[in-house]
């Protein structure tokens, strides 16, 4: 009993130092853990550089966008069973998108059991229970269990210290809801790692990756393709989600034939000059651009933004869109938690349009939007995006209608849009737009193209008029479907395009 007591206190020590030390954490799992290789051959699992990243910067709430086969899936294992095996009471769930993937990752962590020294084995670290589903260690009262993004109900009822969370964008289903109530089954101590490769710009993981992009204030770490902290003038948050992207040249195997510097391309030369990628790498790049085609920028990821690729015919050009991210910064202030960012304040003796696309409001359902434009240029000025219900949202619009010089208000009346108009008119509000003498802007099948074409040649024409990200994002998973029928892709949201699209058609107007 004797030597029992002594390795569960070692043990016991070891997990009062990971939490304080990366170095303890990577010393630990290099010295106890051992993983397969890319060759099959078993190895302790020696931190690599995506790894070392991920340690160095990490918080206790995780989102990793990362390209394929970096090696963070198992990182983020390793790391949570050494803490479930050291820390008493601790429960530990691992949710994939699939019960396949699930128990696959399960079955590496099995193995680090496996390989651990026989007298852990059999003192401390003895099992009462192990199967496809679980690990059960009763000396410490911890463990560890997997789960599928598919079962209903995942995490209901449970209390858990440790939540890795793999491939979240290809959870299939309400995976917002999932994840919901995963992060509500998380000790407000407990650690969070949601991890995948990019999967189209919607969906619960590009949304929670997405969202605070713009934010200020407290609750925002991100860190850059080099692995710094974005600067900016908020406090860190120990709760706020951090953010860590992961391209794929972090991966030492990532290498091919040497190109030529003579030989280079444009997009090459750039990446050599601002990544310091060698030739073998650009080789390699090479390679992935005749195997995967237009998927290599989601499935090697070289940037957060063209990696989210849209799925379905995007109605905008995506060039465009893509160019207008790339040279656009945050913008001069924002209000109401971010949701309200603005970029120009009114100008005396200038005439703005405030534009409103309209819901019927509540936790779950769409954003309601709205859209300040300059009427002279069409410059956008300001942008609204939050769940409000009609009432809120007619008094926030009326306040932003009489902040820009007393604003003609075009709200589109479809669905909730009528019951916006009648509190405005409660409001007393007269700049109110008219169509064919009726209060505001009806979209059918014959106008919403008209809004499209409007935001489109925006886009092309005069990209400098558009400032958000949020709307750009937008513009990247609006698509055509059957029938010529536009609007988001699943699980995305398109009420800023439509805001912005009515502000430019009745622009048009005159």
């Known amino acids: 009993m004797g030597k029992v007591a002594d390795e569960t206190e070692s043990l016991l020590d070891l997990g009062r130092k990971l939490d ?39 918080g206790r709430r995780n989102i990793v966008l990362k390209a394929r086969q970096m090696g963070i899936t198992t990182w983020v294992a390793g790391r949570f069973f050494l803490r479930t095996v050291s820390q008493p009471g601790t429960l530990t769930l691992l949710v994939a998108h699939t019960q396949a993937a699930a128990e696959s990752i399960f079955r590496v962590v099995q193995r680090m059991w496996e390989e651990l020294p026989q007298e852990l084995q059999d003192g401390p670290l003895r099992r009462s229970r192990s199967n496809v589903g679980q690990m059960v260690f009763p ?4 463990e560890f269990r997997l789960a599928s993004a598919c079962d209903v109900g995942v995490g209901r009822g449970l209390s858990v210290r440790n939540l ?27 650690e969070l790692v949601l991890e995948s490769t990019p999967n189209g ?11 605070g992009m713009d934010a200020e204030g407290p609750g925002l770490r991100i860190q850059g393709p080099e692995g710094s902290l974005d600067p900016g003038p908020w406090t860190l948050d120990p709760d706020a989600l951090v953010r860590h992207f992961l391209p794929w040249w972090m991966e030492p195997a990532y290498v091919g034939a040497a190109v030529e510097r003579s030989a280079m391309r444009e997009d090459e030369l750039l990446l050599v000059a601002r ?32 990696c989210f690729r849209a799925s379905g015919s995007c109605c905008f050009e995506v060039a465009a869109i893509e160019q207008r991210l790339a040279e656009l910064g945050p913008p001069a202030s924002t209000r109401w938690n971010g949701a309200l960012q603005v970029w120009f304040p009114p100008q005396p003796g200038r005439t703005y349009i405030v534009a409103v696309d309209a819901t019927g409001g509540g936790a779950e359902g769409d954003f309601a939007a709205v859209q300040v434009v300059e009427r002279q240029t069409g410059l956008q000025c300001a942008e609204l995006q939050q769940r409000l219900r009609p009432a809120e949202l007619a008094r926030v619009a009326v306040q932003l209608a009489r902040e820009y010089n007393q604003a003609l208000l075009a ?23 008219k169509q064919n003498g009726e209060m505001g802007w009806l979209t059918t ?23 958000s990200r949020r709307l750009l994002a937008e513009c990247r998973t609006f698509v055509s479907g059957e029938y010529g029928k536009m609007g988001a892709s699943a699980g995305a949201h ?16 005159g």
């Open 201 to 211: 710009a919607h969906g619960a993981f590009y949304e929670a990756w997405s969202a």
């Open 275 to 306: 990544r310091r990628l060698s030739a073998e790498q650009i080789g390699f790049r090479r390679g992935l651009e005749q195997s995967y085609g237009v998927l290599r920028a989601q499935e090697f990821a070289e940037d957060a933004e063209t």
């Open 20 to 58: 304080r030390d990366p170095a303890a954490m990577m010393k630990a799992a290099e010295l106890l853990l051992r993983v397969r290789d890319r060759n099959g051959v078993l190895q302790p699992l020696a931190a690599n550089a995506a790894q070392q990243r991920f340690e160095a910067q990490r």
């Open 494 to 509: 398109d009420d800023l395009v439509m805001a912005m699209g009515l502000a430019l058609a009745v622009r048009a107007e």
């Open 411 to 433: 709200i589109e009346r479809n669905n909730h849009g009528g019951t916006v108009i009648a509190h405005v008119e409660m409001e007393r509000y007269e700049r109110l737009y």
């Open 164 to 190: 890795h969370c793999s491939e979240v964008s290809r959870w299939p289903g309400n995976a917002a809801e999932t994840l919901a109530g995963l992060r509500a089954a998380l000790a407000p101590d407990g």
């Open 139 to 142: 000396t410490l009262d911890s």
């Open 445 to 467: 099948i014959s106008s919403k193209p008209e809004m499209v074409v409007q935001l489109g040649s925006a886009l092309q024409h005069s990209p400098q008029q558009l400032r």
